[in-house]
């Protein structure tokens, strides 16, 4: 076997390792912000409510009931912040999310 031929099938062997390694591993997902769905006013107080993953029909009508009457949606669990952040409360539920942010 000649030199040539030798650094060709090594050249060979290293390209279908490094192709072989690229299938092996999964694509992370595509980051994507939260969808703005507009301002909310609830009990004299503004509210920008942002949702991902759910329509924002939907996630208006869940924040509006819940800024309300604390009342969350079946399946979500729900989190409130204090008053050092403008975000008022999360709720989500797997990937599912949606939250109000103080105006």
């Not at 090594?10 to 994507?32: D, E, N, Q, T, Y």
């Not at 975000?87 to 105006?103: N, T």
């Amino acid at each position: 076997m000649t030199l040539a031929n030798r650094i060709g099938l090594w050249s060979a062997g290293v390209a279908a390792g490094v192709i072989l390694s690229m299938g092996a591993v999964a694509p992370a997902p595509a980051v994507v912000p939260p969808k703005n769905c507009g301002t909310m006013h609830v009990k004299g107080k503004t509210y920008n409510i942002k949702v991902d993953q759910i329509r924002c029909s939907k996630g208006r009508k869940y924040s509006r009931r819940y800024l309300k009457s604390h009342n969350r949606p079946s399946g979500y669990s729900c989190q409130d912040y204090g008053s050092e952040t403008k975000v008022k409360f999360r709720c989500w539920d797997g990937i599912k999310e949606f939250f109000a942010i103080r105006h």
